[in-house]
């Protein structure tokens, strides 16, 4: 047999294995795109009932009788601010259900609606007093168990037992939607409130506040300090030299380093040693600036690498100091790689939970941060609260959640990327 | 006045001093008849502005950070009855005052008074630390504005200052490590002084929970850490078999067959998993493949059933399986790995491929027998790096495994791990000092020294090994 | 300048010389044209034969075309995308850009070496052994010893490397590596050898060397040899063949080459006066 025969008896069974491993690099692709695939989807479809809620036509009686208030010409906002407003919905239920008398039904009559209704009538008694002795129509938001159930999210078939919706409600409902009382709406609340044990009131604006308070904090911390550190270490470092050494070491280490050991370091020094407060923007941006500074030092050096020394050369020979071609020519000219890395290096922290647990972010919070020293809580631990409550509709509202988590990073990346095609530079 | 303002003022200082070590340059070259400066009259005002804003601002920052913590100091060293506290109820304590000292509200309790004591030393804090840095200031303004004459090279010191200055922020990183081995090196050792560690290393048993009273339930708590280390590496196998032979084969894919129109639409797709928080994946892993991966478990047990095979019969079946926390981390760390390997694919010389190739080898045989060799190295470190982070990874774990601490090597069965522990101990009520929390201290070290040794190897080979083709 | 571009594309319409030999060619070239993307050409009308057992080298000026065309011979420009190619190139009569030629039985038989030598991140035996243990060559290890042992000696590498067999090949010298991956080569058992300057990354002994071994090699391949030196061309080659700007423009035995060039070109170049 000569050479030339030897080799094309191996031929068949040479490309088909060059077949089946091409099939492997394809199957590869394939399952990772469809996981991606799955887990959008997935998160989509979760997140889409969040979007709607139910609210509830009720004929709303300001009578003074149910108010307990005497008539007068004006009241002051005091006055107003503690009458029995939940009466008010209450009563309005009672006269659309008249003749149940069983205590149980009867508490879970008033809980068609959500407990925060009374805050809604109160803030409009307060806005117009004129509406007292008047009664008047008003649209006011379901439980969020009656939501799941008019969303069809709540099985009609299976035994009552099992349901959290029990048979009379389900009648009441379907009466009041042959009534025309009930009427699905774009869920506004989601966007302009803050967090809530009801997951009807419950929004994403607390925690949307706190993440930028957070964003903040972190883009001043780290972003200075992070190219000043490159700068000196890319441009004045000396090569061999032991400290030189350690700081690159630890650099590249450190944006290895689980997240979580960054919270741990934001709890014993910055809560217990400084006494930064705790669940503060204050102390979340600090423990996150730490842990983007190695990301941000790490693509500043890429991007002044990248700045050919034929530049710095021509500029040194007109006669400029190092510095002043550092910041006349190599800063300016390295200015979109640097971005862009620092914008990757900030939607890593926009997302990023663990730390943030330990330094006590993840507490309940209801009220809008207001500034850096103000408890709050971030997108991320939002999600992370919200998907440990027991409540059904919590699952819609981290769905939604995370799709708006993920609209940011998808912006903040875009962003990048039309930075560094806007900008790039062949050289 | 607030922190925040007088920063502002210095800000506001420091602008004007530049105008004022500049004028006096500027004076020089005109009125002395026209002397020559050293440096650009501007270099003069950032000197000056230099001298003035840094040292007042360095200590102005370091005392901010220290007051707190030296008032309340100061405040208990003036109340027997709180330095009768023990340290628990003493830093419940010092919680309460430091928010009395803020809302002012006026009983007569013994918290109240401190608030009063503390607060009233919190402002006297505050007024020596304005004064100390304006004084500083000052120094800094007139030592420099009394040396401004034409012969001071003050461009050279202010590009010298500025070099110290990046130095320092440098130095930032060397103090962010020194930092974390500081805040887990204290609490660790007091942890080993209160449990051996030889229970630590090799005991089996981990309940953390101590009894707050004597008959309760519970007993004392135990500290066996096996359970945590084995849970951590079971998940952290199962997410490699997933990660490293996907991601390596995706990357070889895309650097070596697919065509470079292909190429530029699957990486960036790819890198959107890379991108993905990991809060997400774990709402994702503890809600859709969780469950799904339970129902499987059932399905297998009924098979075992059926056909009589005793082991998948008797099979434990827990919705926070290893399995599914270890299939999403997989694929979490797909993308990871990808990108890792793709750039020590694409660092193997073309002349190796063309070397390969002339001889009369395919593409897979090229591969798989001269480019894998050669970019060995960096495979495997890159695969040490996911490992690192593998096993860091909290939030995946924290939603969809559990806190039941158990040595099972039954994939359906659930397990805990390191990272969800030290954040079940963290949070919650936690009384600081504690063994339960020391504990979470000690754990956290040992994740930092591990994940430290596998980054160093790590780097080190890739490092080594990008030297080679450079 | 577009008179120049006329005058030229006359100059060059057809090759001088004598680029097609009497007998049977190993392997011919008819009308080959190559493309990159379509919108630039490299190679114009190239027509030209090797002769068995003979070397033939191709010189010119930097991007003349001279390397495409021998990364064509053994379909070496399939891995670069968007490359295409007309024309017939055909070796012991068989059209190697048919459909039923398969590039990698093509490379068995046409071998190549590289500008730089590129030995694999191996030991010096399993370079060499490489080729053989993908196609099957040797049934068991004591063929393989043999194979490797004949092919390092037919390199002129046996000498030096026997006692080291087992070392990495990229610790050997230029020179040696270079003469490494043409036994890498011939342990393939290849018809032809493609050398695309071969010397360019050696030292003038290391080059002397490799020049001999090429002399030697000649009796029983067919060789294509790409070199920037007019010396070495002259010194190694039976036929030498010039390239200009994609287009070939003279062929002819070497001797008649460097003494009596017939086209200005190659005179220009030859001499020194273009280059």
């Known amino acids: 047999m000569n050479n030339i025969e030897i080799v094309q008896k191996g031929l068949k069974k040479r490309y088909a294995k060059e077949r089946r491993f091409k099939a492997y690099g394809v199957f590869s692709i394939i399952i990772s795109l469809s996981f991606l695939a799955f887990l959008l989807f997935d998160i989509a479809l979760k997140a889409a009932p969040a979007f709607t809620q139910t609210y509830i036509k009720l004929d709303i009686d300001f009578s003074h009788k149910v108010l307990r208030i005497n008539e007068k010409s004006s009241y002051t906002k005091d006055e107003l601010f503690e009458l029995p407003y939940h009466k008010l919905p209450s009563k309005s239920l009672y006269q659309l259900f008249p003749g149940i008398e069983n205590r149980k039904q009867k508490k879970a009559l008033r809980k068609l609606v959500s407990s925060g209704v009374r805050y809604n009538l109160r803030n409009m008694v307060i806005k117009n007093s004129k509406l007292i002795g008047t009664s008047k129509s008003i649209w006011v938001l ?32 379907d009466k009041l939607q042959l009534e025309n009382r009930v009427e699905s709406r774009f869920n506004i ?36 300090i992070g190219v000043a550190a490159a700068v000196y270490l890319e441009e004045f470092a000396h090569k061999n030299n032991w400290l030189v050494d350690m700081i690159e070491v630890n650099i590249n280490n450190l944006a290895a380093v689980p997240s979580i050991v960054f919270g741990i370091l934001g709890l014993a020094v910055y809560i217990n040693l400084f006494g930064v407060p705790r669940s503060a923007p204050l102390a979340g941006g600090l423990v996150l600036g730490l842990m983007t500074l190695p990301i941000i030092i790490i693509t500043t050096r890429a991007a002044i690498k990248s700045v050919p020394p034929s530049i710095r050369e021509a500029a040194l020979g007109l006669g400029a100091s190092k510095m002043q071609v550092i910041i006349h020519h190599v800063l300016p000219l390295s200015m979109p790689g640097i971005l862009t890395g620092s914008i990757i290096g900030m939607a890593q922290a926009l997302g990023e939970t663990a730390p943030l647990l330990m330094i006590g972010m993840v507490a309940f919070v209801a009220d809008i941060p207001q500034g850096f020293f103000d408890p709050s809580t971030v997108l991320p631990v939002q999600i992370y609260i919200w998907s440990d409550s027991p409540e059904r509709s919590f699952i819609a509202l981290t769905s939604a959640a995370i799709i708006m988590l993920l609209v940011f990073l998808f912006l903040m990346n875009l962003l990048a990327i039309i930075l560094r095609k806007k900008f790039e530079t062949r050289w | 006045m607030s922190n925040l303002n007088f920063f502002i003022i210095l800000l506001i200082i420091a602008a004007i001093v530049f105008f004022i070590g500049q004028k006096k340059a500027y004076s020089y070259s005109m009125f002395n008849g026209g002397a020559k400066l050293h440096s650009l009259p501007n270099y003069y005002g950032y000197l000056t502005t230099l001298w003035t804003f840094l040292p007042a601002f360095g200590v102005f920052v370091i005392w901010s950070f220290f007051e707190s913590n030296v008032s309340s100091m100061l405040t208990i060293s003036q109340f027997s009855e709180l330095q009768q506290l023990s340290v628990d109820e003493l830093s419940l304590a010092l919680n309460e005052i430091k928010i009395l000292a803020v809302t002012n509200s006026s009983s007569v309790s013994i918290n109240n008074q401190a608030a009063a004591v503390y607060s009233e030393y919190l402002n006297h804090s505050f007024n020596l630390k304005i004064l100390v840095s304006v004084l500083l200031a000052l120094l800094g303004f007139f030592y420099t504005y009394l040396r401004i004459k034409p012969t001071m090279q003050a461009r050279n010191s202010v590009e010298k200052l500025i070099v110290y200055v990046l130095f320092t922020c440098a130095l930032i990183a060397i103090f962010t490590t020194v930092g974390i081995i500081f805040s887990v090196l204290f609490e660790s050792i007091e942890f080993f002084s209160q449990v051996s560690i030889t229970e630590f290393f090799f005991g089996t048993h981990w309940s953390p929970q101590i009894a707050i009273r004597e008959d309760q339930v519970g007993g004392s708590g135990s500290f066996g850490a096996v359970p945590l280390f084995w849970g951590t590496i079971f998940i952290s196998f199962i997410a490699m078999i997933i990660a490293a032979p996907l991601g ?34 774990g709402f994702f892993a503890a809600l859709t493949v969780g469950p799904l991966v339970r129902d499987f478990g059932y399905y297998l047990r009924e098979i075992g059933i059926n056909l009589d095979i005793e082991i998948l019969a008797n099979l434990t079946v827990s919705t926070e399986s290893v399995l599914a926390v270890g299939l999403v981390m997989g694929m979490m760390i797909v993308p990871f790995i990808l990108s890792l390997s793709d750039d020590v694919i694409l660092s193997v010389p073309n002349a190796m491929r063309d070397g390969s190739i002339a001889l009369g080898a395919t593409k897979s045989e090229t591969v798989w027998r001269v480019i894998v060799p050669a970019a060995l190295p960096g495979i495997v470190g890159g695969f040490l790096l996911a490992i690192s982070r593998a096993i860091g990874e909290t939030m995946i774990v924290l939603m969809a495994a559990g806190v039941a601490a158990n040595l099972t090597a039954n994939p359906m069965n659930v397990v805990t791990t390191i990272t969800t522990q030290i954040v079940t101990l963290l949070t919650g009520d936690q009384e600081f000092d504690s063994v339960k929390t020391l504990a979470a201290f000690a754990l956290g070290l040992g994740l930092f020294v591990t994940t430290l040794i596998l980054n160093i190897i790590a780097l080190h080979v890739v490092k080594k090994y990008r030297e080679q083709y450079e | 300048m577009n008179n120049n571009k006329v005058e030229l594309d006359q100059q060059l319409s057809e090759t001088v010389g004598k680029p097609l030999i009497n007998g049977t060619p190993k392997i011919t070239c008819r009308d080959v044209n190559v493309f990159y993307n379509q919108d630039s050409q490299a190679i114009f009308d190239v027509n030209v034969d090797l002769a068995k057992n003979q070397i033939l080298a191709m010189i010119g000026p930097s991007g003349c075309g001279k390397s495409t065309l021998l990364r064509c011979l053994n379909r070496m420009n399939d891995t670069i995308d968007g490359c295409s190619i007309t024309g017939k190139i055909s070796l012991d009569g068989e059209d190697i850009y048919s459909n039923d030629i398969d590039p990698v039985l093509l490379r068995a038989k046409v071998g190549m070496v590289f500008q730089k030598p590129n030995p694999f991140p191996k030991s010096i035996y399993d370079n060499v052994a490489y080729g053989p243990r993908l196609h099957g060559i040797a049934t068991n290890n004591s063929e393989l010893d043999d194979v490797v042992e004949e092919s390092l000696i037919k390199a002129g590498l046996w000498k030096e490397t026997k006692d080291r067999l087992n070392k990495p090949g990229t610790g050997l010298s230029g020179g040696q590596q270079q003469r490494l991956c043409i036994a890498r080569t011939i342990a393939v058992r290849p018809d032809v050898i493609l050398m695309d300057e071969p010397t360019s990354a050696l030292d003038p002994i290391a080059t002397a060397t490799i020049e001999e071994l090429m002399h030697e090699l000649k009796s029983s391949y067919t060789i294509a040899v790409v070199t920037h030196s007019m010396q070495q061309a002259a010194r190694i080659s039976d036929r030498c063949s010039y390239f200009h700007l994609g287009r070939l423009v003279e062929v002819n035995d070497t001797n008649i080459v460097f003494t009596n060039p017939e086209h200005e070109l190659t005179e220009n170049y030859i001499t020194g006066r273009f280059g």
């Open chain 1, 142 to 173: 379901a439980d969020d168990d009656i939501d799941s159930l008019v969303k069809g999210l709540i099985d009609r078939n299976i035994p009552e037992a099992d349901r959290r919706v029990k048979d009379f409600q389900i009648a009441w409902i």
């Open chain 1, 189 to 224: 609340n989601f966007f302009t409130s803050g967090d809530s044990r009801e997951p009807e009131q419950a929004g994403i604006l607390g925690a949307l506040k706190g993440s930028l308070y957070t964003m903040l904090i972190t883009l001043l911390l780290s972003f200075p």
């Open chain 2, 248 to 281: 390596l084969i995706a990357a070889i894919f895309l650097s070596e067959y697919a065509t470079s129109q292909v190429r530029a639409i699957i990486k960036p797709i790819l890198e959107i998993l890379a991108g993905i928080p990991t809060v997400v994946y």
